[in-house]
């Protein structure tokens, strides 16, 4: 009798380690992929406002977009550009503001490296 109770708590112990490490795996995985995810979203802003910037700048423009234009053309939610914005440093944000002074939208535009 007591060797099958030893066998079940063998089993147990085996099968709370393989739960464990496939719990831990998936954790794992998870994050790589949301990182990777994040940095092809980054990479994608910055590539875009870099063309903008440059086609901008022959007009005498100065390539700066909304969050709601770069919805439209880049497929990112404003949520997802506002986090890229304070994480890359080539992406800058400006506040465009009205008479009283106050803020009333945000334009994200490529900032070369120094």
Known sequence: MSGDLHW????????????????ALVGIYGYIHYRLGFHEKSRRLEHYLKKE??????????GQRTALHITEHVGLTENEIIQISFRNPRIERLGKTNDAGFTVSLLFAYKPPN
């Open 8 to 23: 079940w708590a063998d089993l147990t112990a085996i099968a709370t380690f393989v739960v464990t490490l496939v719990t």
């Open 53 to 62: 910037k440059e086609e901008d700048a022959k007009k005498g423009h100065k």
